[in-house]
């Protein structure tokens, strides 16, 4: 099981990236890659296209984690903004930051070109809009920064649709691109495969273990995957307790789609300066109709469970816009890691030599996921890379720390929940699709009822760390608002950090609560 068997589904989703059988003896390769998103499938292509001998694992099927939950915007624009990112790390870092990023934009042309990728990549300018309520200011500085740092972007003044009526400017940010996901992924598994390269599905890995001369990974079915080195590329890193995870937080993004006629909205990514911000792209369809894809409604993880709401407001945005706008054919969430500045964590995992991991994609997955192809082949095979240093993940960053110790709140929230009183006080009170912490003594109860009606009781205790989880409606799922895990109803991981599922209930009766 993975973010797959959660209850919405994207619009990518009806593609198969590739069959892989379950891991069923013992492996030895050169890699071992976990994860068959973006970032473990680039890091597998790159290095299988140096000729090393690379094994990838999933808990799932292949590509279909966070990855097939993204709108697959490729960005050069920076997430936070090079205004921040020039405030918190300087010009120099503001320049390789964008010199990185279109580099892996520049990667992903170049590969879906040589191998004959149809995942409809397209070359487009990137918009950011002015908003209702946001100072002009904001686009000032951002024009100053962004052209200090080397990045090619105009002052615009004419309308897009994406403005409010009574607005008109924005920032053009050129060679932006978008792309269809999971028909790329499933374009990079061809080359790995033929190159040697081997892939597992359903293969949950259960432990690490770095020795002096390799890394070991032992698997859930009991198998060992032995590898010179090894590459964490699962949303959320599936080592350390703090080491990463401190300096990031898990949020829930929404994201809906609808058909509109071809040309009624002109092909470019847009995003506005709302905080969180929206963020619109089109998908090309059929019949001279176009997907137009709207996110945003962005939320810490656990901190809501209201996605019906961020779906409906998300819809009278883009309505508000573009009001020829067709029937909703597809609503999903997905989570995405925001690192506390602004920076992906991309390279070796602190306190080890051999394990790297790929994590921090903010809004930048994508595009994200094909730098840490480029980073980590570079690292692995020894070679420089201008990149490594700047997105470090044992770097402190301590400009800012204000953020570091707001962030890690969470935690502290969370811990002090076992004090509390729950959230229900009976098992029957719940309804199909419901859920809801349920205090047992000292013990606090993760309790719900599937779709189906089946009551599933388990310790709320995330076994990462020991946070409470939180029932996530929406997706009927437990979220973990620490560091990103979710579970299935009946406890079942889902996606790291956690290796395994939530305990079995202690001190709570099923039976007697049927």
């Keep these: ?305 209201d996605g019906e709401r961020r779906f409906g407001a998300l819809e009278r945005w883009i309505r508000d816009r573009l009001p020829k706008l067709g029937k909703l054919t597809h609503r999903w969430s997905g989570q995405v890691m925001e690192p506390i500045d602004g920076i992906g964590f991309i390279g070796r995992n602190p306190g080890q030599s051999r394990v790297f991991v790929a994590t921090g994609d903010s809004g930048q997955g994508i595009t994200g996921g094909a730098l840490a192809g480029l980073i980590l082949a570079d690292l692995i095979t020894g070679r420089e890379n201008p990149w490594a240093d700047i997105y470090d993940p044992a770097r402190k960053p301590l400009r800012k720390l204000g953020e570091f110790v707001s962030e890690n709140t969470t935690a502290l929230r969370s811990f002090a929940q076992y004090l509390l009183p729950g959230e229900i006080s009976s098992l029957g009170s719940l309804k199909p699709g419901e859920g809801g912490i349920l205090r047992s003594g000292l013990r606090k109860v993760a309790a719900c009822r599937d779709a189906s009606g089946q009551l599933h009781l388990s310790s709320a205790a995330c076994p990462h760390a020991g946070c409470v989880v939180v029932w996530n409606s929406l997706e009927q799922c437990w979220d973990c608002p620490c560091h990103g895990s979710q579970f299935a109803p009946d406890g079942s991981v889902l996606n790291g950090p956690s290796f395994g599922p939530l305990a079995p209930a202690e001190g709570v009766s099923q039976d007697a609560a049927e």
């Design 1 to 305: 099981m993975n973010v797959s068997d959660e209850r919405t589904r994207s619009l990518w989703m009806d593609v198969t990236v590739a069959a892989a059988p379950r891991v069923d003896r013992n492996e030895t390769a050169d890699v071992a890659v976990v994860g068959s998103g973006i970032a473990g499938l680039s890091v597998a292509y790159e290095l299988a296209q140096r000729g090393a001998a690379v094994v990838v694992l999933d808990r799932a099927d292949i590509g279909t984690g966070m990855t097939a939950r993204t709108t697959a915007h490729l960005a050069s624009a920076f997430d936070d903004g090079y205004a921040e990112l020039m405030k918190s790390h300087g010009r120099d870092v503001a320049r390789l930051v964008y010199r990185s990023q279109a580099a892996a934009i520049d990667r992903i042309e170049t590969i879906q070109a040589a191998e004959g990728i149809g995942c409809d990549f397209a070359r487009l300018d990137g918009y950011l809009v002015l908003a209702s309520g946001t100072p002009a200011s904001a686009l000032d500085a951002e024009l100053a920064a962004a052209t200090d740092a080397g990045v090619p972007v105009t002052d615009e003044r004419e309308q897009t649709p994406i403005h409010a009526k009574s607005l008109v400017r924005s920032l053009r940010f050129a060679n932006q691109a978008r792309v269809h996901p999971l028909k790329y992924l499933s374009g990079l598994a061809g080359p790995i495969v033929r190159q040697g390269g081997r892939l597992y599905a359903h293969s949950p890995v259960e432990n690490i273990e770095e020795t002096k001369d390799g890394v070991m990974l032992t698997t859930s079915g009991g198998h060992e995957v032995r590898a010179g080195h090894a590459v964490l590329a699962t949303n959320s890193p599936i080592v350390n307790r703090l080491a990463v995870h401190a300096k990031q937080a898990p949020y829930r993004t929404y994201a809906i789609a609808a058909p509109l006629g071809r040309g009624r909205l002109p092909d470019a990514l847009y995003w506005d300066t709302h905080d969180p911000y929206h963020y619109v792209r089109l998908q090309p369809g059929p019949e001279e109709q176009d997907l137009v894809i709207v996110g945003g409604e962005d939320h810490k993880s656990g901190a809501a469970d």
